[in-house]
């Protein structure tokens, strides 16, 4: 693959109405998180501080976005009973709901009748799409982006079926 794909920030500071992200994987093996997640293993307790060196960027992205009429929104499709990572992963939801991002988490058992893209995905605008690929232990692999109107669609139905069956963060327990 040979296109350059722009990165998740730089296509949300040029949206103009819309980000959705779709996440489907149950843990991720991020090497940027690997010391949050540690020190969560170890002490049980998340840094929510959205100043911190480790949220800072994208609070400051997401506020952003926000305040000049964006509405982003995430949905996670998960297994239940959760995985660590996901336990993690919801430890620290509250700072990107806090910042302006609207997340719903949905268990696998209700995507059975869905048709949902292979791997987790942004649509800015409903018509840019950023695919993630990660490797088999979770780590981030070379990602993909398209402007194909039909794989915009398709993203675009997957995430709003996903968001419709969702619960809202707040009442989503892990």
Same mark, same amino acid.
């Given at each position: ?19 959705? *992200? ?12 690997? &010391? ?17 060196? *480790? ?8 506020? %952003?976005?926000?305040? $000049? #009429?964006?509405?982003?929104?995430? =949905? ?7 995985? &660590?990572?996901?336990?993690?992963? *919801? =430890? ?7 910042? #302006? &991002?609207?997340? $719903? ?30 490797? #088999? ?10 402007? %194909? ?14 968001? &419709?069956?969702?619960?809202? *963060? ?5």
């Amino acid at each position: 693959m040979s296109q350059s794909v722009p990165t998740a920030a730089d296509l949300l500071r040029a949206a103009k109405t819309s980000a959705v *992200h779709l996440g489907l994987r149950d843990s991720y093996g991020i090497t940027r998180e690997s &010391e949050a997640l540690k020190a969560w293993r170890e002490t049980g307790t998340r840094n929510v501080d959205p100043e911190s060196d *480790h949220w800072r960027s994208w609070v400051e992205l997401i506020q %952003d976005a926000v305040s $000049r #009429g964006m509405v982003v929104r995430r =949905a996670r499709v998960v297994s239940e009973p959760v995985s &660590e990572y996901i336990r993690y992963e *919801h =430890a620290g939801t509250s700072v990107i709901v806090g910042a #302006g &991002e609207q997340v $719903r988490w949905m268990p696998h058992w209700l995507a059975s009748s869905l048709a949902l893209p292979g791997n987790d995905f942004w649509l800015f605008d409903g018509r840019l799409v950023r695919f993630n690929h990660f490797t #088999g232990e979770g780590a981030s692999a070379t990602p993909e982006y398209t402007e %194909d109107p039909a794989i915009a669609e398709l993203c675009a139905s997957a995430f709003e079926a996903v968001w &419709e069956r969702g619960s809202p *963060h707040a009442d989503y327990a892990v």
